[in-house]
């Protein structure tokens, strides 16, 4: 792994800009790169100078969706042909499809916005985007918001630490660890705003 995030590097320093938004791109929609072996070398050479924040962030934010944006229509497009045609043997039935589609419908922002934020899972947010055919805005705008933190503050590590692996590889699970558990407090808020707003209602449901 750390040859291959050696050789990422190499690719952004290469291709500037261009090759920022490539990794990005492909790593959202074909290969689930992990987005600090990009982001956190991208914040080391924007303290050295190199690159510029906005160049660097724009890059990444664009490549991000786009990539995100290419997986979100293969699920939209050919997702349910191939779940009606195997998904039986994945145990994902018709039923289970109509309740994903309820749920994106209902809840689709914010699962996409914190799926974003969490390692692991951020990649694989488009497919079930996708698959539920949540409306393409909402999509693009949570996908950013959400990916755009995530971003930037692997950005913030790298300029501050990027230089020294050692305090990087140290530092990362406390990061994540943090994001999680903003993660965890989101959908707190979010599953009482919401139950909330159910009780309010005349007949009681949402």
């Known amino acids: ?41 991208a914040g080391y050479i924007v303290q050295q100078g190199e690159m510029s924040l906005f160049g660097v962030m724009a890059s990444a934010i664009f490549g991000d969706i786009g990539g995100s944006l290419f997986s979100y229509y293969i699920a939209r ?28 419908a209902s809840h689709g922002e914010i699962s996409v916005l914190t799926g974003r934020l969490v390692p692991g899972l951020r990649h694989f947010m488009a497919f079930p985007a996708g698959l539920s ?23 913030l590590v790298g300029y501050i630490i990027g230089g020294n692996k050692a305090l990087v590889r140290h530092y990362m699970p406390y990061v994540e660890g943090a994001i999680i558990g903003a993660v965890i407090m989101m959908i707190v808020w979010y599953v009482r705003r919401h139950r909330r707003k159910v009780k309010e209602q005349p007949n009681g449901t949402a």
């Open 77 to 104: 497009h050919f997702g349910r042909r191939f779940l009606f045609a195997y998904g039986k043997y994945l145990f994902f039935t018709h039923d289970r499809i109509e309740m994903l589609d309820r749920f994106f």
């Open 133 to 155: 055919h949540m409306n393409v805005k909402k999509f693009v705008i949570y996908t950013g918001v959400g990916g755009g933190l995530w971003m930037s503050i692997l950005v």
């Open 1 to 41: 792994m750390e040859t291959f995030a050696s050789w990422l590097v190499d690719v952004v320093q290469g291709l500037g800009y261009i090759g920022l938004f490539v990794t990005m791109f492909f790593g959202n929609a074909l290969v689930p790169i992990p987005v600090e072996a990009i982001m956190i070398p």
